[in-house]
């Protein structure tokens, strides 16, 4: 069952899931940027920045320096989504939303009960060429 907080500012109510912000994952710095997630888009690439910059002034060569951003890149991945959701409670709540309920998503009517066959499937016939 996925749990949701939702939020309204008496307009507008939004339901954030609660747990691992998966498209944040894979989509990384693009994620913060739609979801307007400004300084913690800001701060990941002002270390990345900080990053190749330390990398030319020890002198590392293009090869290492782009393993290096690899793993950056593979470290942001894991704090986005872990983090990701919680972000965006929080920018939603400092922009005036308030917590409505937290709710958990109930399987529809078709899915509680069990699933029956209409017709019985005739067994398959094989036939064996000579």
């Known amino acids: 069952m996925r749990r ?5 500012n008496g307009q507008d109510t939004v339901q954030i899931k609660k747990g691992w912000a998966w498209v944040g994952w894979f989509f990384n ?14 701060v990941m ?5 900080g990053l190749v910059a330390v990398s030319i002034h020890f002198g590392l060569t293009d090869e290492e320096i782009t393993g290096l951003g690899g793993l950056y890149n593979i470290f942001t991945s894991f704090v986005i989504l872990f983090k990701g959701n919680g972000w965006l409670v929080e920018k939603y709540r400092s922009d ?20 029956q066959m ?11 060429v000579q």
Not at 29 to 42: D, E, N, R, T
Not at 104 to 112: A, D, E, L, S
């Open 96 to 115: 005036g939303y308030r917590d409505v309920i937290t709710t958990f998503q109930q399987p529809t009517q078709q899915f509680q009960q069990p699933i």
């Open 29 to 42: 710095i693009f994620w913060l940027m739609v979801k307007g997630l400004w300084i913690q888009l800001f």
């Open 45 to 49: 690439v002002g270390i990345a920045i």
């Open 4 to 8: 949701y907080t939702t939020l309204s």
């Open 118 to 128: 209409q017709q019985p499937i005739a067994p398959m016939q094989s036939t064996v």
